[in-house]
């Protein structure tokens, strides 16, 4: 069974940083797309950035230059680093894999079913306030 376990999040003030990680050790397939989806309050569900089973990485605008995802292949692990952090990013964030590169995008119309047929972990809260 996948399980998705994400740790890392907190509060910090803005301009701070964070680390977030996820174990995904359960999951085995070799082909995949793995990303980083986060919920504010009162709002829908927003991918904020992927890697693939390539090592491609996309990122979308607001995030981009302030976030790095990365992944440590050996131990399955997950990582996103979040600089320069603004009340805007306040939100759950949760990690997800998807077994197949292929339509692996962060918007567009297909982009949540994409997500949506994946594997979640339950998530990590960061909140950004001063």
């Known amino acids: 069974q996948v399980k998705l376990v994400e740790s890392g999040g907190g509060s910090v003030q803005p301009g701070g940083s964070l680390t977030l990680s996820c174990d995904a050790s359960?999951?085995?397939?070799?082909?995949?797309?793995m990303g980083w989806i986060r919920q504010g309050p009162g709002k829908g569900p927003q991918p904020v950035a992927r890697?693939?089973?390539?090592?491609?990485?996309k990122y979308i605008d607001s995030v981009k230059g302030r976030f790095t995802i990365s992944q440590d292949n050996a131990k399955k692990i997950l990582y996103l680093q979040m600089n320069s952090l603004e009340p805007a990013d306040t939100a759950m964030y949760y990690c997800?894999?998807?077994?197949?590169?292929?339509?692996?995008?962060?918007?567009?119309?297909?982009?949540?079913?994409?997500?949506?047929?994946?594997?979640w972990g339950q998530g990590t809260q960061v909140t950004v306030s001063s």
């Open positions: 359960t999951y085995t397939r070799n082909f995949y797309c």
């Open positions: 890697i693939d089973s390539d090592g491609e990485r």
């Open positions: 997800a894999v998807v077994g197949t590169r292929v339509g692996c995008a962060l918007e567009g119309p297909r982009a949540h079913a994409f997500w949506r047929a994946g594997y």
